[in-house]
């Protein structure tokens, strides 16, 4: 993972918040224009929202095991 997002212009600290559609308008903004332009931060987003949809096929039961 990348530093402080202040450090520098990447923005994967942001892309978990950014699939979950938790960021305010202005981030948003941010990443989505920083994703057009950045192909190792668009490969990151990619991984992200494939992990974060296989999460979401898990049961509490699942869980438990």
Known sequence: MSVDPGDDGHV???L???VLDALDAEETCRVSRHLRGCDGCARVYVEVAEASALL???RAEDLRE
């Open 12 to 14: 994967r600290l942001l």
């Open 56 to 58: 979401a096929l898990l």
């Open 16 to 18: 978990g918040a950014y």
